[in-house]
């Protein structure tokens, strides 16, 4: 079913999200911004469930792009098309493996509950309650690796060093080679992406994507208010991060 590809989905609100009156949340949201995912993560929340289903079922990388069919039109989705759409910085790193060591041990203490480096392997409880919601929005909406997302494994904390110590990255490149993971058969890559693969499907006008569905907020992010975060601050992330139940 659709909702498999989406059942962990992220969105953020970033107009309302970075009005609110807890620093430590508004400057973790200020450094996706600075990051420059705020196009991918905050684009417009739509789902075509059809159109995904027969995107992921034809799917497969060829010469470098993501080419389908959807209603029997053919579909090519490439890297600069994917960059260019939710407007993702194409200079920096290109392979989150390659993050350096010292910036990774830089992060491991800025998130930090307690201020020793988190241990890697480790639970997301280590971290700070804002660093711990960023990790599971760059767990969720841009690995989309499939199992638990409370152990703190090297890949994941790359990513979070990505933003949290500013290492300029080649978002297009990393995010794309993500959605190629996804269209290939035999691949550990769960299937995701689902709110921006929908808005890539509406730029193709020569055939129709059926009806489209919102992104509901069936279940939120944060369920009740949290150690050094207040109520009202806890409704507005509830409000305005949006996930599907798993």
């Known amino acids: 079913m659709a909702a498999s590809f989406y059942s962990n989905s992220v969105h953020v609100d970033f107009d309302s999200v970075l009005a609110m009156n807890e620093p430590g949340m508004v400057s973790m949201f200020q450094a996706l911004v600075e990051s420059g995912l705020q196009g ?3 684009c417009t929340a739509v789902v075509y469930e059809e159109a995904l289903v027969e995107l992921f079922a034809n799917g497969t990388v ?3 792009l993501v080419v389908s069919s959807v209603n029997g039109v053919i579909v090519e989705i490439s890297e600069k098309l994917f960059a260019e759409t939710f407007d ?3 200079v920096g790193l290109a392979d989150v493996s390659e993050m350096p060591k010292d910036k990774i041990f830089d992060a491991r203490s800025i998130v930090s509950l307690t201020g020793e480096p988190v241990i890697l392997s480790g639970s997301k409880s280590q971290m700070k309650i804002h660093y711990r919601l960023l ?3 760059m767990a969720k909406s841009i690995s989309v690796k499939a199992g638990s997302f409370n152990a703190i494994t090297v890949e994941k904390c790359s990513l979070l060093t990505a933003v949290v110590c500013d290492v300029k990255m080649n978002w297009g490149s990393v995010l794309f ?3 190629k993971k996804m269209v290939s058969p035999g691949t550990k890559q769960a299937k995701g992406f689902a709110i921006q693969i929908s808005l890539l499907l509406e730029s193709f006008h020569n ?3 059926g009806e489209s569905s919102e992104f509901l907020h069936l279940r939120f992010l944060l369920t009740k208010p949290l150690i050094g975060i207040s109520p009202s601050s806890t409704k507005v992330v509830n409000k305005n991060l949006l996930m599907h139940p798993e």
């Open 40 to 42: 991918f993560l905050g």
């Open 62 to 64: 060829r010469d470098g």
């Open 88 to 90: 993702l910085p194409v």
């Open 135 to 137: 990790f599971d929005i």
């Open 177 to 179: 080679g993500i959605l």
């Open 207 to 209: 055939f129709e994507l």
